[in-house]
């Protein structure tokens, strides 16, 4: 049993992998300032600290109380916002990362698993994607991660931390029994923009780009069940060790493109879900595609969800049981 901090913990992924840790055994306090996470999402019997990761005073307090691991996954996500205010993303996903490792290293917590990204790969000379590919993000957003996945290294290095980054590929759907799920203000995701026009919250969804070099010409994106992903997380905090930092892609090898992903949706939720071409989104790579090799060998990690449609059986099920979000 580990004593874990989860920062971001009400969040989408976050409050998943809370649900995971509680269930595989360990004691979980959620950090989080609720700017985008959800009280409504973290489980009873959960410690809850309302607090900014840039508050000091407060996350001293808390780390403090002593505990084994943190999970940190507060940090802002929107690519196309990091583009126009860069300085809000270095500001949380850089400044209050560093915050969060000095204190860690002040209160002797020597173990992280930080939210990374498949956007430090920017755009991947060769798919699927291995952890050994250059890592050349294309946007901002992709700069703060991978600028933190090298001050994990060198922790590790100058204080003995030992941490691992998971650069998830598309994080999607929702806990099976419909629970929880994802909910972000504005909504800019394709399976959540594509469920809404299905509940006729939104006329239609926007087809950004057709003319990508992929089979059908859109967009082809490795989506991957945010229950895997919590998986992923409970063997990476289990297998940290001190002074070592490692990388683990979080994707199951499988492509979708936009329009596969429409059309699939259509059959899940038996709604037309009107689709009209758009311009390219700035900063979208025609294809991310995982090669999980590695987790799958180091830590024994396994997808359950290898199918598309049953991944957007779930997302439709939190949709369709919550069709304004958690309390909006
Ligand atoms: N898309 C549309 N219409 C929409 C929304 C999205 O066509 O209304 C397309 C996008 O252009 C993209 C695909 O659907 O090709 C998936 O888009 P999402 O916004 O759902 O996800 P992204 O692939 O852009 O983003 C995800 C994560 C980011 C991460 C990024 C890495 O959400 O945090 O992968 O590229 F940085």
Request: hydrophobic residues 40%; proline residues 5%; negative net charge.
């Amino acid at each position: 049993m580990m004593n874990i901090f989860v920062s971001g913990g009400a969040g989408y992924v976050g409050s998943h992998c809370v649900r995971r840790l509680v269930a595989g055994g360990h004691r979980v306090t959620v950090y989080d300032n609720l700017c985008a996470g959800h009280r409504e999402s973290v489980p009873e019997g959960v410690a809850f600290v309302c607090a900014d990761l840039a508050d000091r005073d407060q996350l001293s307090k808390t780390l403090g109380e002593g505990f084994d691991a943190v999970m940190h996954f507060a940090a802002f996500l929107d690519v196309g916002e990091s583009v126009k205010a860069p300085l809000k993303y270095y500001q949380n996903n850089v400044s209050n990362t560093i915050g969060l490792l000095e204190t860690m290293r002040d209160c002797d917590v020597k173990r992280m698993v930080f939210s990374s990204t498949c956007a430090t790969y920017g755009i991947p000379a060769e798919v699927p994607i291995t952890e050994q590919q250059n890592q050349a993000p294309i946007n901002p957003y992709g700069h703060t991660k991978l600028a933190m996945e090298w001050a994990l290294a060198d922790c590790a290095k100058a204080w003995g931390l030992g941490s691992c980054a998971l650069r998830y590929f598309n994080a999607a759907g929702a806990a099976k029994d419909g629970s929880i799920g994802e909910d972000h203000d504005p909504e800019i995701h394709l399976i959540p923009v594509v469920l809404q026009v299905a509940l006729e919250q939104r006329q239609h969804v926007s087809i950004f780009g057709k003319d990508y070099p992929t089979p059908d010409g859109t967009c082809v994106r490795d989506y991957i069940h945010v229950e895997d992903l919590a998986d992923a997380h409970l063997l990476a905090i289990e297998n940290i060790h001190p002074g070592v930092f490692d990388a683990f892609n979080v994707g199951t090898g499988i492509g979708t493109s936009v329009r596969q992903l429409i059309e699939a949706a259509r059959e899940v939720t038996g709604h037309e879900i009107p689709a009209t071409d758009a311009p390219r989104r700035l900063g979208d790579p025609p294809t991310l595609l995982a090669d999980p090799t590695k987790i799958k060998s180091q830590l024994g990690w396994r997808p359950k969800y290898t199918d598309i449609s049953a991944i957007l059986e779930t997302a439709w099920e939190w949709h369709r049981k919550h069709p304004t979000g958690y309390t909006r």
